[in-house]
């Protein structure tokens, strides 16, 4: 199973940035799916975005596409997820999530039953 650290949440104003991070160990970093989900108060826990890092296919949700970016580094097991454009409902405790097998359907990605790794979670607050 993956171990999975993530940081770089904090406080920002609506139309800032924020850069969050996922350090992965306890497995072969660039094999398997990684992605990003968050959960805001009251609200359930939805899919943000989506990385296979075996042929660097990424997906997002709708709701972010075009204002968060993925990246990697494999030199540090790690991926980010650059955050523009923010708006105050993007705030929620983002959780990185792992899998230790591939998935071979676009459609998998988005759904929380398919990863088997979950970190702790990082806050990001954004501020109108």
């Known amino acids: 199973q993956v171990q999975l650290v993530e940081s770089g949440g904090g406080l920002v104003q609506a139309g800032g940035s924020l850069r969050l991070s996922c350090a992965a160990s306890g497995r072969t970093f660039s094999r398997y799916p990684l992605a990003w989900f968050r959960q805001a108060p009251g609200k359930e826990r939805e899919f943000v975005a989506a990385?296979?890092?075996?042929?660097?296919?990424?997906y997002y949700a709708d709701s972010v596409k075009d204002r968060f970016t993925f990246s990697r580094d494999n030199a540090k097991n790690t991926i980010s997820l650059q955050m523009n454009s923010l708006k105050p409902e993007d705030t929620a405790v983002y959780y990185c999530?792992?899998?230790?097998?591939?998935?071979?359907?676009?459609?998998?990605?988005?759904?929380?039953?398919?990863?088997?790794?979950w970190g702790q979670g990082t806050q990001v607050t954004v501020s109108s």
């Open positions: 999530a792992g899998r230790s097998r591939p998935l071979y359907s676009s459609t998998a990605y988005s759904r929380e039953i398919n990863y088997d790794s």
């Open positions: 990385i296979n890092l075996m042929v660097d296919n990424t």
